[in-house]
């Protein structure tokens, strides 16, 4: 179904937002970490978190998998951060069968193979095109920020599976409805919420716009490895994981990025394998609407 595809094929090639998904290294769950406060876990990730270039460009190699589909592609990035990310997908011999670029506060979409494109701001994107999320977490997640952190804002710090964690300071009612939407669940001995209280526990977190930040440290690198965000208000899940990275021109960045994207009656997850990454610009993203072209139905 056409509309169907390129709904997913979207919403994963504009989220390009040290855990993965290979299993930890054996003994890490054995570990013996020292307890380490909210604040110094802060500053740890801060310290990490390195300069953010103003340019990024990369090759991917991206799968995605939905209930009831999945695909393997080849696509170009290019990123000027705050400003634009533009991607190009080539599946196949280079010919290149769509195109995207994400604003601040618009996106437009080509489909080459059907001669068809869109355009409209970001609230328009939305509600077209579903799970969608904007050009901050896009630059955060290959940039392999911890995404939304606000060293201003309250959070627990705590140790789960050889790794350090840091969870925004929401009451414990919403933190355990962030859990139980989470993949994996990972709350030691943790009993799910009965549905009806899961329902109600959401409509209330609804009422207060609720976020719950869920994020994993890695205790060598002192990096985030794994962000969750649960929008509990509209019943929203993201999920990124970075299980690989290397340095260009000094900096770390993650070269493997796991990711999914949960909603009610839609779930997508995605790989990308990122390389041939280059930190300088200034960088051409080119996009023209050839004539022919007819807007989406």
């Known amino acids: 179904m056409r509309y169907a595809r390129g709904t997913i094929l979207l919403s994963l090639v504009v989220f390009l937002s040290a855990c993965g998904t290979r299993k930890p290294a054996q003994g890490t769950k054995a570990r013996n970490l020292e307890p380490r406060n909210t604040a110094e876990l802060l500053a740890a990730l801060a310290n990490g978190a390195g300069v953010s270039p103003h340019y990024y460009s990369a090759k991917a190699e991206i799968s995605y998998r939905t209930p009831d589909d999945g695909k393997n592609f080849k696509a170009h990035l290019r990123l000027v951060k705050d400003s634009a990310a533009w991607i190009s997908v080539v599946p196949a011999l280079g010919i290149e069968v769509a195109r995207a670029m994400l604003t601040t506060d618009s996106l437009i ?52 599976d050889g790794m350090y964690t840091l969870t925004s300071k929401e009451k414990r009612k919403f933190l355990r409805a962030a859990e139980d939407l989470s993949p994996g669940d990972t709350l030691p001995n943790d009993r799910d919420m009965r549905e009806k209280k899961l329902e109600r526990t959401l409509r209330k977190a609804g009422k207060r716009e609720a976020m719950v930040y869920k994020y994993w440290i890695d205790p060598d690198s002192m990096r985030a490895c794994r962000v969750s965000i649960s929008n509990l208000a509209h019943d929203r899940m993201a999920d990124v994981r970075y299980s690989e990275w290397a340095n260009f021109d000094g900096v770390p960045l993650p070269t493997v990025v796991t990711l999914s994207l949960s909603a009610p009656g839609q779930t997508v997850s995605g790989n990308l394998r990122l390389d041939r990454i280059q930190l300088n610009g200034p960088l051409n993203l080119p996009f023209r609407i050839p004539d022919k072209f007819k807007p989406m139905e």
């Open 109 to 160: 979409f080509m489909d080459k193979l059907h001669d068809t494109f869109w355009r409209g701001d970001t609230a328009e994107a939305r509600k077209r095109f579903g799970m969608l999320p904007g050009l901050d977490l896009l630059q955060e997640a290959l940039l392999g920020k911890p995404i939304g952190i606000d060293p201003a804002d309250k959070y627990r710090s705590d140790r789960e």
